[in-house]
C-alpha cells in the first residue's frame, strides 16, 4: 500500500468508530480556545468548527461562550456530535466546499483536523466564509512525549503501527489570504486509566487501519505496558498531553474569494 492510499484509508477511518472517539478523546484546553480567538475581541463570537468530529472542539467553544457552527463530512460522526450537542447546527460539508455564505463566521477552527485537508482549495474557502479580519486557528492534542513513560509508551506504539503521525507538523502553513502564523503550545492533560488510555490509542487512525489481528496484539502490548509502569499500572492518572495551537487573521486588504 503505497503512502497516498494510507493517508486516504486513515483520513476515512473515524466514522465507524465514533461512538468510541466520542468517549475517549481528549478535549481542548480553554486557555488554548481563548488564545486562538483572543483577536477577534468578541465575548461571544460566531465560530465554525470544521472537520468537528464528535464535538470535542464543539464543545470547549460553547463553554466560552461562542456560538458554533459543526461542519463535519462523515455522517456517523456528526451524528454523534448532534446527539451530544442538539442546540449546535451541524452541516454536512468539508474544508474544500464549506456549506456556509461569504463573511458569515468570525473566526474558523480545526481540532486535530488540519492535516487532513487540502491546503490549497481548503484555504480560499475558509477566507471566503470568514469576515475580513476573522482568525484561522488549528488545534493538536499530543502525547508529551518528555515524559519519561510517556516516551516509552510512544515506542511500543510505534513499534507495531510504524506510520507517520497525524500531528501537527514543525513547518508552520502560509497562504496570501491571511496574515503569517503564529504557533503557541499548552500543557493540557486527560484523565484515563489503563484499560481506558489503550481505548483512546485505539481510535488513532494509524492503529485502526492496520491488520486486525496485528491491531489486537498492539492494544494488548499497550495495556500490559501502562500496567507495568508506577505512573499508569492502577486506578485513574492524567496523561500528560502539549496542545499545539496555531492561528492567523484573515487579510483585509485582499477580496474575497469566490469560487466559480
Known sequence: MDQGELWARRASSFGAQAAVYAEHR????????????????????VVLDLGAGTGKLTEGLLAIGAEV???????????????????????????????LPDGSVDAVVAG??????DQARAFPEIA???????????????????????????????ASAPYPSAGSEDKVPSHPLFTDFEKSEFAHTHRRTAESLTATIGTHSRTVVIP?????????RITTYLRSQPETAQGEFDFPLRTDVIRAIRRVDTPSPHQD
Open 69 to 99: 457552527i459543526a461542519v463535519e463530512p462523515d455522517d456517523a460522526m456528526r451524528a454523534e456530535l448532534v446527539a451530544r450537542f442538539p442546540g449546535v447546527t451541524a452541516l454536512s460539508g468539508a474544508a474544500e466546499t464549506i456549506p
Open 112 to 117: 486535530q483536523a488540519f492535516h487532513w485537508f
Open 212 to 220: 486486525a489481528q496485528q491491531r489486537t496484539e498492539l492494544l494488548d
Open 128 to 158: 471566503r466564509v470568514l469576515r475580513a479580519d476573522g482568525v484561522f486557528a488549528a488545534f493538536w492534542n499530543m502525547d508529551d512525549g518528555r515524559v519519561e513513560w510517556v516516551a516509552g509508551l510512544q515506542q511500543v506504539v510505534r
Open 26 to 45: 481528549p478535549d481542548y484546553p480553554a486557555a488554548g480556545i481563548r488564545w486562538a480567538l483572543a483577536p477577534i475581541g468578541d465575548e461571544a463570537p
